[in-house]
């Protein structure tokens, strides 16, 4: 099993609710990440997990909100989003946190449309 | 300011022919770079890497080119196939740290057309 799974596809919400996307690995990769892409543009990495530990945040508002329940989820909580949080969400693992090189699985991501 | 820059937003190529992309970098600090191949309504996928040291990786049809003098690498794929018409990301990694984080471009969308 070589797949990173992420649900749902697809997520419209206003920006007073409440939502959460999940991801899931089962390669036995113990770093996972978010990334978020906005059309045309990189993916920009939000959170990064190591060993089930925050590792890195890069500034990301308080509005999303990770979590990383055992060494195959991932979860990222959204609450009182903006629309320009609009965005493709990827998330992504890797055997190690390592140094250079470190090869990337990415799940196919989550369509985001904040109204 | 954007450290890893794709500057061709696209590329459109003959079936058979070799499909050359191209990817510049500012930081000198990276030592390891990435290409990921990205279909629509999916996640990008490994595609090729090389590390700083070696001018040259070559995987199949695929081969990445490191110039560092000039900060510059390109992927040449030949012969170009229909089923390479993608996004090609060039992502660049280093510091010399372990933190793993991938710097991306904006990426070139390739159609090859048959």
């Known amino acids: 099993d070589t797949e990173v799974t992420q649900t749902p596809k697809h997520l419209v919400m206003g920006m007073t609710n409440k939502k959460s996307l999940k991801c899931e690995q089962h390669m036995g990769h113990r770093a996972m990440y978010w990334y978020k892409q906005k059309a045309k543009k990189p993916p920009e990495l939000m959170f990064v997990y190591s060993y089930e530990k925050l590792s890195i945040n890069e500034s990301v508002p308080s509005r999303f909100s990770p979590e990383c329940p055992n060494s195959s989820l991932l979860n990222l909580h959204l609450h009182a989003l903006q629309p320009e949080d609009s965005a493709l969400y990827l998330c992504?693992?890797?055997?190690?946190?390592?140094?250079?090189?470190?090869?990337?699985?990415f799940g196919s991501g989550t369509q985001l449309s904040v109204l | 300011d954007q450290q890893v820059k794709q500057n061709s937003p696209s590329l459109s190529v003959q079936e058979g022919r070799i499909s050359i992309l191209n990817c510049d970098y500012t930081?000198?600090?990276?030592?390891?770079f990435l290409w990921y191949k990205k279909y629509p309504a999916e996640g990008p996928t490994f595609l090729i890497s090389?590390?700083?040291?070696?001018d040259k990786n070559e995987d199949g049809r695929f081969t990445v080119f490191l110039n560092k003098s000039a900060k510059h690498l390109s992927l040449h794929i030949v012969p170009s196939q229909p089923g390479d018409s993608a996004v090609y990301f060039c992502?660049?990694?280093?510091?010399?740290?372990?933190?793993?984080?991938?710097?991306f471009g904006k990426g070139t969308k390739l159609s090859v057309k048959p």
């Open positions: 992504a693992s890797s055997q190690e946190l390592r140094g250079p090189g470190e090869k990337l699985f």
């Open positions: 992502a660049a990694s280093g510091y010399g740290g372990s933190q793993g984080n991938l710097i």
């Open positions: 090389i590390s700083s040291i070696k």
């Open positions: 930081n000198s600090m990276f030592d390891y």
